[in-house]
């Protein structure tokens, strides 16, 4: 059984005085909420001030992005180990608007995430496809390049530490979701390349959780999906409201799923 996760990608949104009313209302919201794990990433200035408002919670912080090494002459970049120091525990590497904007490598992001597992960060690995992609058929093809390339020289044992989300690029921020079918069919086939790339047990073991448009109204449906282990939360992590009756759904899916 794996326990879902839902994870708030606040984005660039968030100065303090938005983000802790944010984190508070979505901490209050949950505090009976059993069988789910909730992560929320704030933008790096309001790590600390979310981290306080967490702490002590059942709610875990964390990062949108990490520079591969601990520490050096990277003007404007953070390391995984101040990352760590404020409390982080997860970190979303290779999201599809840092490959787009940044131009982000498949070996770069590779880097982080070897990086990111070096300093006790989980990486939040993410693939998706465009969607052009998507039209000529190259879905399995994009995101396995992805997959492979992100978890290249990790070893067998330490894949168990990372999350993996499938991101279809085009359902991101877009108010249309993949269906449940769409994307636990690019599930399963993701699971079965992790197999592969560890083994049989560690595979059913990964957490691999969809990001693309969740909202209140689907969240519980793609929960539902036997391959579907959760949501990555863009715009509608922005409203506490809205996050914690994705969490309730994805917790309540995830249990009758269990039954
Ligand atoms: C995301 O940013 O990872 C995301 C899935 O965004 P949205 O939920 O807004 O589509």
Redesign the pocket.
């Given at each position: 059984m794996r326990t879902p996760l839902c994870v708030g990608?606040w984005?660039m949104y968030g100065t303090l005085a938005e983000a802790r009313p944010l984190a508070t209302g979505v901490r209050d919201g949950l505090r009976r909420v059993k069988d789910v794990q909730v992560v929320l990433c704030p933008p790096f200035t309001a790590l600390a001030a979310v981290g306080e408002i967490v702490a002590g919670s059942s709610l875990a912080l964390g990062a949108q992005n990490c520079h591969p090494e601990p520490s050096g002459a990277y003007t404007g970049e953070v390391a995984p180990p101040m990352l760590a120091e404020l409390g982080c525990r997860y970190v979303i590497l290779g999201?599809s608007?840092r490959r787009r904007e940044m131009g982000e490598s498949d070996e770069l992001i590779n880097r982080k995430v070897r990086s990111a597992l070096t300093h006790g960060l989980t990486p939040i690995l993410c693939v998706g496809e465009t969607a052009e992609e998507r039209r000529q058929g190259l879905t399995f093809t994009t995101v396995e390049g992805q997959l492979r390339a992100g978890l290249a020289e990790v070893a067998a044992e330490a894949m168990a530490g990372v999350v993996l989300a499938y991101?279809p690029v085009w359902?991101?921020?877009?108010g249309a979701n993949a269906t449940p079918a769409q994307a636990g069919e690019v599930h399963g086939y993701l699971r079965g390349l992790l197999s592969e790339l560890s083994s049989k047990d560690v595979a059913s073991s990964i957490r691999i959780v969809y990001?693309?448009?969740?909202k209140p109204e689907n969240a519980e449906v793609l929960a539902a999906e036997g391959e579907i282990d959760g949501a990555?939360?863009?715009?509608?992590s922005l409203n506490a409201q809205a996050f914690v009756t994705i969490v309730k759904k994805t917790a309540h899916a995830g249990a009758v799923r269990g039954n």
């Amino acid at each position: 059984m794996r326990t879902p996760l839902c994870v708030g990608n606040w984005k660039m949104y968030g100065t303090l005085a938005e983000a802790r009313p944010l984190a508070t209302g979505v901490r209050d919201g949950l505090r009976r909420v059993k069988d789910v794990q909730v992560v929320l990433c704030p933008p790096f200035t309001a790590l600390a001030a979310v981290g306080e408002i967490v702490a002590g919670s059942s709610l875990a912080l964390g990062a949108q992005n990490c520079h591969p090494e601990p520490s050096g002459a990277y003007t404007g970049e953070v390391a995984p180990p101040m990352l760590a120091e404020l409390g982080c525990r997860y970190v979303i590497l290779g999201h599809s608007e840092r490959r787009r904007e940044m131009g982000e490598s498949d070996e770069l992001i590779n880097r982080k995430v070897r990086s990111a597992l070096t300093h006790g960060l989980t990486p939040i690995l993410c693939v998706g496809e465009t969607a052009e992609e998507r039209r000529q058929g190259l879905t399995f093809t994009t995101v396995e390049g992805q997959l492979r390339a992100g978890l290249a020289e990790v070893a067998a044992e330490a894949m168990a530490g990372v999350v993996l989300a499938y991101e279809p690029v085009w359902a991101i921020g877009t108010g249309a979701n993949a269906t449940p079918a769409q994307a636990g069919e690019v599930h399963g086939y993701l699971r079965g390349l992790l197999s592969e790339l560890s083994s049989k047990d560690v595979a059913s073991s990964i957490r691999i959780v969809y990001g693309g448009s969740v909202k209140p109204e689907n969240a519980e449906v793609l929960a539902a999906e036997g391959e579907i282990d959760g949501a990555l939360v863009g715009g509608a992590s922005l409203n506490a409201q809205a996050f914690v009756t994705i969490v309730k759904k994805t917790a309540h899916a995830g249990a009758v799923r269990g039954n």
